[in-house]
């Protein structure tokens, strides 16, 4: 007759409580990974977002660099001939509103009413200092042209952090920071009114 096995190593009871509690922190880990992601998605889709709409609005609005007007300026002498693209005559607005009119680089941001939402109304934690416009010769456009010139127009989204809610609070890891990009467009008209430029 096989005795009856007895023991602590094969004892049955608690092994379900056991196994839960190795397998819930690795559960909770893996949720809170999936949230800071979903987390970090939404920012980032939202940022480029604000950043296409920004560059859209600056090709069509007042320049927002208080040299734009030296640094492309006509030369009479050549009225009627094209103008060659050349990547080192550049006007620059920021960061931190450097070179920038400053109701200009405000109108962008932080809107001006309900028709013209800023970069805010689609990413709040943007700030000024969180960007940089760089209006650069296209190629495009001839001296004298009634409209301005036809230039390159670049907008950055300069390095900004996005805190980390679970994995933060649960682990302490540090903020995310996002990576600098670039959204470009060919400027219009460069006038915030129709026939007032």
């Known amino acids: ?6 023991g602590f190593f094969s004892a049955q009871s608690g092994v379900a409580l056991t196994e839960a509690l190795i397998v819930m922190p690795i559960m909770v880990l893996a949720v809170a990974v999936c949230v800071e992601f979903t987390h970090v998605v939404y920012q980032w889709n939202a940022a480029a977002k604000a ?11 007042d320049p927002i660099t208080t040299d734009f ?11 009627g001939q094209l103008i060659p693209a050349n ?6 607005c920021g960061p931190a509103g450097a070179n920038c009119v400053a109701g200009e680089l405000d109108r962008l941001v932080n809107g001006a009413g309900t028709m013209w939402p800023g970069l805010k109304a689609y990413y709040p934690s943007i700030e000024s200092d969180d960007i940089r416009v760089t209006y650069e010769l296209s190629g495009l456009g001839y001296q004298g042209r009634p409209t301005g010139p036809v230039v390159t127009v670049r907008l950055d989204f300069l390095p900004n952090d996005i805190s980390l809610l679970a994995l933060g609070s649960l682990l302490g890891f540090a903020d995310f920071i996002f990576p600098p990009f670039t959204v470009t467009a060919t400027s219009e008209d460069l006038c915030n009114s129709p026939g007032g430029c």
């Open 1 to 6: 007759m096989e005795g009856r096995k007895s």
């Open 51 to 61: 950043m296409q709409l920004g560059v859209r609005k600056l090709i069509v609005s």
């Open 69 to 79: 007007q030296a640094v492309f300026a006509f030369d009479p002498a050549l009225g």
């Open 87 to 92: 990547a080192a005559v550049k006007s620059v």
